[in-house]
């Protein structure tokens, strides 16, 4: 009888230790659902924690799942197409971020074939981008940023072996914008194929036009 005293005494105590591990854990794990003003989901939105980039995106579902490794006070979702819009951290596992009808409008969008538009809106998100290459990675369509920060515009050729595009700032051609703080960018506009005619063979790799304030 001691015996199987016992052994539910250790089991219950195995059992309690398990529950406050699950809750301990759980406690660090945000899950985030981001929609539109219609309550569907938005894939693929990036999702900032005070400030701070998460790496990964929304699913199709419009769903992300964090650790925190701290108590948040505001949560982020930034849209291409809709924009940025905040939300106040309200302590719980689940939390939704649901845009608002007065939220940012979208500000990528594509005008004519092979160029593709990026406009600073009213209110300047760029500033949570830590750098150019952030900016481009996160905000600019059609462009990709290699994780050693080379840049490429899809679509575009190949010159002699490069891939690296044409950048011109405020209309004066660079070799590199790693400079350019995001927060000073007014526009970004991305040409390739027939727009970039005007470049010769510069712009064989496409160009990237940018303008700051």
Known sequence: MKKIIRILFL???L???YN???QKKNKNTLR???KDTANKPIAGAFIFIDNIKQKKTTNISGFIQVKLRKTPKKISALSSIYG???AVYNGKQNMIVKYSKDAISADVASTTEGVIVSKR???NNNVLYRNIYEYLRGRVA???VSSDNSILIRGAGSFQ???APLFIVNGVSVSSVEDIIPSDIKSVTVLKGPETAQYGVRGSNGVILIKTL
């Open 142 to 144: 059609g462009v990709v």
């Open 121 to 123: 809106t009213k209110r």
């Open 32 to 34: 985030i659902f981001v």
């Open 20 to 22: 406050t591990f699950s």
């Open 15 to 17: 059992l309690g230790s």
């Open 11 to 13: 089991f219950s105590f």
């Open 84 to 86: 940025l819009q905040d």
């Open 161 to 163: 072996g490069s891939t």
